[in-house]
């Protein structure tokens, strides 16, 4: 009956409950991430697109992502050095989860999170601050402290992982890698995973733990 009054009411609730963000990297360096909040989000070298990329492999107004009700199109704006998804050309395509996105230097991965309020990087002080402790392999013994926004994870260049700080807590995300990282035991998939105190986490044969500082 509530759906007949309200046709739109399902479609609505689903995007409420569908995170969308870019995971920007250049090289071995990871960015920022951005939630796409937008129904266009405009890339580009010139100061102000929406995601600004400045280097000269990037063209002025480079492309354009259009998202309506949840799905995503990526659309080239008739680049100079061209726009690849998964490592194809695109002029125009529709993004699914875990997707690359190649402009220039920069790398831009496509991640959907279902189920999961938005929420952009934050360095929100009410945050206990968090460290990783590597339990084997060859950083064994080792701390890293997850002190900025975006926290990279690399073991070797092949399978990497990053750890966001936002202000819902702190999330690992699957970056680079043929296999995805396991919290507990259970395969992370695409979307973020949220960490808590202790939490195990595999990433390439490695082992370590998350810890929360008190």
């Known amino acids: 009956m509530a759906d007949a009054e309200h046709p ?12 969308i963000r870019l995971l920007v990297s250049s090289g071995q360096s990871s960015l920022r991430i951005v939630p796409v909040l937008k129904e266009s989000l405009t890339i580009g070298r010139r100061p102000y697109n929406d995601i600004p990329l400045d280097d000269l492999t990037v063209s002025g107004e480079h492309a354009l992502i259009r998202t309506v009700n949840g799905e995503s199109t990526l659309i080239d704006l008739g680049s100079r050095n061209g726009t690849l998804v998964n490592g194809m ?15 220039g230097i920069y790398r831009l991965r496509y991640i959907v999170d ?37 926290t990279r994870i690399a073991l070797h260049p092949e399978q990497v992982a990053v750890v966001s700080r936002r202000k819902g807590g702190y999330f690992l995300t699957h970056l680079e890698g ?19 105190d202790g939490d195990l986490i595999e990433l390439g044969g490695v082992m370590m733990r998350f810890r929360l500082e008190r």
Not at 8 to 19: A, K
Not at 136 to 149: E, L, T
Not at 185 to 195: C, F, P, W
Request: proline fraction near 5%.
């Open 8 to 19: 739109g009411m399902q479609d609505q609730d689903r995007e409420q409950t569908m995170t």
């Open 89 to 103: 050309d695109s002029k125009q395509r529709v993004l699914q989860g875990g997707d690359v996105i190649d402009i």
């Open 178 to 196: 043929l296999s995805f990282p396991q919290v507990n035991g259970q395969l992370t998939g695409l979307s973020a995973h949220r960490l808590d």
């Open 114 to 150: 279902r189920g999961a309020a938005a929420a952009e990087p934050s360095s929100d002080g009410a945050l206990m601050p968090a460290s990783v402790e590597f339990l084997n392999g060859p950083r064994a013994g080792s701390v890293q402290q997850v002190d900025r926004a975006i």
